[in-house]
C-alpha cells in the first residue's frame, strides 16, 4: 500500500472548522483514500472515503487535491467529541478491512 | 443492522497462559473478518484477516493464531502468552471487495504480567 504522511497532532478550538492534512505523493490511479477516527479506547470508526472528487457526508468533507497527491479531511464545525486520532488510508483493493494499514495518524486536541 | 460483539473488554494474563478473544458479528452473511492489535503509543496492525470459514491468512509471524469455525465467529488464539503481546486488539468486518466501509468492535484491552 502507497504511503501516508500526517501530521502528528494538531489543535483547533471548539465550534471552529478543522483542516486535517494527508500526503500520499505515491498514490496510484487505482487508489481510494479512507478516512477513519478513533475515540480513546475504542475502535476506530468509517469516516469519510473518496477517488478523484470532493466527498461530503454528515461528519464531514474530503478534498482532495487535482493531482491526488494530497488531501484533507474537513470538520466543519469541531465539538469536544471531535477529539480523537484521524487516520488516512490508501486502499489499494477499493476499500474494506483487507486493504487498510493504518499510520500513527494525526492526534486531534479540541480546545473548548 | 449489523452489530459488532467483542469480548472481554479488558483482560490480565499471566505469562506463559493461554489466551482465546472471541469475535462475533451480526445481521451481514459471509463477512470478512479481521483481527487487529494496537502496541501502546503505535497504529494498528493487521494480524489476520479470513473471506470464509476456516481460510485464515496471516499478515505476520507471531505467537498468535486465529480461527473461524463459523460464518460470523471469529477467534484470536494463543497457546502462551508473552510479555510482547500486551496490547489493544481490535475485531473487524466488511463485506465483498469494492469499496466498503470497515466495521470494528470495541476492542480488548490484553496486559500480559
Known amino acids: 500500500d502507497a504511503k501516508t504522511t500526517q501530521p502528528n497532532s494538531m489543535e483547533s478550538n471548539e465550534e471552529e472548522p478543522v483542516h486535517l492534512p494527508c500526503n500520499h505523493s505515491?498514490?496510484?490511479?487505482?487508489?481510494?483514500i479512507h478516512w477513519y477516527r478513533q475515540l480513546p479506547s475504542q475502535g476506530p470508526e468509517y469516516v469519510i472515503h473518496?477517488?478523484?472528487s470532493n466527498v461530503n457526508n454528515r461528519m464531514a468533507s474530503l478534498a482532495i487535491a487535482e493531482d491526488r497527491k494530497s488531501s484533507t479531511l474537513i470538520l466543519h464545525r469541531a465539538t469536544l467529541r471531535d477529539a480523537a486520532v484521524y487516520y488516512c488510508?490508501?486502499?489499494?483493493?477499493?476499500?474494506?478491512?483487507?486493504?487498510?494499514?493504518f499510520g500513527k495518524g494525526t492526534h486531534l486536541i479540541i480546545q473548548p | 443492522s449489523q452489530t459488532i460483539h467483542q469480548w472481554p473488554a479488558t483482560l490480565v494474563q499471566p505469562v506463559g497462559s493461554p489466551l482465546s478473544l472471541e469475535c462475533t458479528v451480526e445481521?451481514?452473511?459471509?463477512?470478512?473478518l479481521y483481527w487487529y492489535r494496537q502496541a501502546a503509543g503505535r497504529g494498528l496492525q493487521l494480524l489476520f484477516y479470513?473471506?470464509?470459514?476456516?481460510?485464515i491468512s496471516s499478515e505476520v509471524p507471531q505467537n498468535l493464531s486465529a480461527s473461524r469455525p463459523q460464518d460470523r465467529q471469529f477467534i484470536l488464539s494463543s497457546k502462551k502468552l508473552l510479555l510482547s503481546d500486551s496490547g489493544f486488539y481490535l475485531c473487524?468486518?466488511?463485506?465483498?471487495?469494492?469499496?466498503?466501509?470497515?466495521?470494528f468492535g470495541q476492542g480488548t484491552r490484553l496486559t500480559v504480567v
Open positions: 479470513s473471506v470464509g470459514i476456516g481460510q
Open positions: 445481521g451481514t452473511s459471509n463477512p470478512n
Open positions: 473487524a468486518w466488511s463485506v465483498g471487495t469494492g469499496v466498503t466501509e470497515a466495521f
Open positions: 488510508i490508501l486502499s489499494h483493493s477499493g476499500g474494506g478491512a483487507d486493504g487498510l494499514t
Open positions: 473518496g477517488l478523484t
Open positions: 505515491t498514490i496510484s490511479g487505482t487508489d481510494y
